[in-house]
Nanobody
Framework: QVQLVESGGGLVQAGGSLRLSCIASGSIFSLNIMGWYHQVPGKQRALVARMTRGGSTTYADSVKGRFTISRDNAKNTVYLQMNSLKPEDTAVYYC??????????WGQGTRVTVFS
């Protein structure tokens, strides 16, 4: 069993910053890709950012230059530093991890609300 615990969401004024964290625990095989997705009501969950074990990153166009993903492999933790937040960043953010044997796991979600 794998558990993902997210933290760091909240309410922030436009232009502000938040840092999301996700800690993975349990029966985890070698973690490969760790990332963040977000979802707003009525829309599909969409990729925000992801990072491979080797450090390669992918970002959604909408967050490039504002968000930074990082990870600590020793702690099975992934972070998302979100700067210059905009109201359109408002969503529930989900941590996602994929291990090297095909397992995929999701966190419970943490809500981010950006007000103008």
């Amino acid at each position: 069993q794998v558990q993902l615990v997210e933290s760091g969401g909240g309410l922030v004024q436009a232009g502000g910053s938040l840092r999301l964290s996700c800690i993975a625990s349990g029966s985890i095989f070698s973690l490969n890709i760790m990332g963040w997705y977000h979802q707003v009501p009525g829309k599909q969950r969409a990729l925000v950012a992801r990072m491979t074990r080797g450090g390669s990153t992918t970002y959604a166009d909408s967050v490039k230059g504002r968000f930074t993903i990082s990870r600590d492999n020793a702690k099975n933790t992934v972070y998302l530093q979100m700067n210059s937040l905009k109201p359109e960043d408002t969503a529930v953010y989900y941590c996602n991890i994929r291990d090297s044997i095909g397992g995929e796991y999701w966190g419970q979600g943490t809500r981010v609300t950006v007000f103008s």
